[in-house]
Each structure stands twice: as C-alpha cells, then as structure tokens.
C-alpha cells in the first residue's frame, strides 16, 4: 500500500505502515510502525496493538498510544534466526486469545517486519476460522515473500485450535433484559457459572 492523501485533514500525507494490509474487518497487520505511519493509522480507529517482539516500545510511540487511547498488549517472541528460535505455543496462544476477544477490535498485529512473527498468528487464527490449511500456508507465504520459513509453516500446521477452546468457553456474552434499551451485556471470564433463573411470583 502507497501514500494516501487525506482529503478531509487538509491534504494530508497518510503513510501506512511496511507491509501493511487488512486480514479482515477490524483485524490489520503490518510491520514496525514508526511515528510517521501514526497518522495513517488514526484513520483505523484502533483499539489495540498485538506487538509480538521482545524490545520494549519505543517512548515517543507510547505516547502516540495514550494520546489515541489505544492499548498495547505485547507478547515478546524471538525472531533470531541462528540459531532458529521456536515459536512459543503458549505465547501464540495468548496472542489469539486477545487478537479473537472483539472487544479489543479494531486491532493491529505487528512485530518487526510483519511477516514470520506476525504471519504465524494470523495462520493460527484462520485454522480457527476452519481455513483449509492450504489456504492458511498459502497466505503465509505470501505475505513473507521469498524469505518465508519452512519451521514457520510447521508450526502453523502443528498448531492445535483446541487448546484455544478452554479460551474461548472462558470468554462468555449473555444478553440480559426485555428489548433494545434494556439489553446488558455481561461478560464472565475463567469460571463459568450457570445461573439459575429466579422463580416470578404469579398473580392470582
């Protein structure tokens, strides 16, 4: 994606950031972005950041984040290449726990580039969205270009979706009330508990 120019902030130039690209509504990807990508990014309304390297966020970034009112969950997964670091399953898994919690939509995954780090998540995610896993690898590939990485391709293909269970049951809507104005929404993480409805006194 190229500059593009703000016609409703006096011509400004809006740069996205490398690598960047919708993965579908409310869900964006890209690599590293700088100060000057931030504007562009203002236009997605963002909620979130899923940062998946280990440095800490640069200061004048942050900055950036409380301004806009965005939140930062970082999860710090190695990227060295020799020797080969293995991606950390119960890291990814925290990752996809937050990227397929809505409330924190509309949300910008990214680590460095955004292309190993960042590509193993969105496969992960699109095995939980039942994407035949050529579909998945092949959009992994893609999105790495020619420096794609055999060992990532097995970790998305090994990547078990059921652990991801326990972490979606934990995570519950309950709509409560009679018609639009009175509907609640409740959310319960971690212990699920059934609630017994009350007996109503009749009349009579």
């Given amino acids: 994606m190229g500059l593009i120019v703000d016609d409703d902030n006096d011509g400004e130039v809006l740069i996205p950031p490398p690598n960047f690209s919708m993965v579908e509504d409310g869900i964006y990807r890209s690599g590293f972005p700088e100060l000057e990508n931030f504007g562009f990014l203002s236009t997605l309304n963002l909620r979130s950041i899923i940062y998946l390297c280990p440095e800490p966020y640069p200061e004048d970034n942050l900055k950036s984040l409380a301004s806009n009112n965005i939140k930062l969950f ?11 670091t293995p991606m950390p399953k119960d890291t990814v898994l925290s990752a996809l726990r937050v990227l397929v919690d809505v409330r924190n939509h509309p949300i910008l995954i ?14 992960c995610l699109r095995k939980v969205q039942n994407w035949c896993l050529s579909s998945v690898l092949e959009e992994y590939q893609k999105c790495a270009g020619l420096k794609w990485r055999q060992r990532d391709l097995r970790f998305i293909e090994d990547f078990d979706v059921l652990r991801l269970k326990q ?38």
Avoid: M
């Avoid at 970082?74 to 080969?84: A, S, V, Y």
């Avoid at 934990?170 to 699920?192: A, D, H, T």
């Fill in 167 to 204: 972490c979606l049951y934990s995570i519950i809507y309950q709509y409560n009330g009679y018609g639009l104005k009175r509907r609640k929404l409740l959310y319960q993480e971690e212990n699920v508990v059934q609630e017994q409805q009350k007996p109503q006194a009749t009349k009579g």
């Fill in 74 to 84: 970082q999860f710090g997964i190695e990227g060295k290449t020799d020797p080969p």
């Fill in 110 to 123: 990214h680590c460095k580039r955004g292309k190993h780090r960042t590509g193993c998540l969105v496969g």
